[in-house]
């Protein structure tokens, strides 16, 4: 496990522990957290990846940015998690911004939750949605 360093912002990026099929790295930032994935959002990952992120949100800050941009698959039990942290986000008094790629919006549109899951084109749309909140 290695820990990137950006220089130029000064942010660790901390690699998490999720499956083979889905890594990704956390960076905690002033008022919230970017979450970077790749790989398979699926029934295999979804627990793990239900509760290694849980216990981020509970750990702050509680405005969480979902960069799925390099993301591969999204299936139901992705969707479900997705809203499942949507909804504990907003019960912290937080938001959830998801940044998405064609296949992962494709998903989300196909059963309704684009405006529920705050889906964003770039992190820095995201970024600048959670400054507004």
């Known amino acids: 496990m290695s820990v990137h360093f950006n220089v ?5 990026a ?36 239900r509760k290694v992120l849980g216990s981020k949100i509970e750990e702050g800050p509680k405005h969480i940015i979902l960069d799925l941009s390099q993301i591969d698959f999204v299936d139901s039990s992705g969707l479900g998690a997705l809203v499942q942290l949507a909804k504990q986000a907003q019960t912290a008094s937080g938001t959830l911004q998801i940044v998405t790629n064609a296949r992962v919006t494709q998903t989300v549109k196909l059963v309704r939750l684009e405006k529920f ?10 970024v600048e949605n959670i400054k507004g909140a």
């Open 8 to 12: 130029e912002e000064g942010i660790i």
């Open 14 to 49: 901390e690699p998490l522990n999720l499956t083979v099929s889905l890594r990704g790295t956390r960076e905690a930032r002033d008022n919230y957290q970017l979450f970077r994935l790749t790989g398979l959002l699926d029934a295999f990952s979804e627990p793990t990846f």
């Open 117 to 126: 899951l705050a889906l964003q084109s770039t992190v820095d749309a995201a």
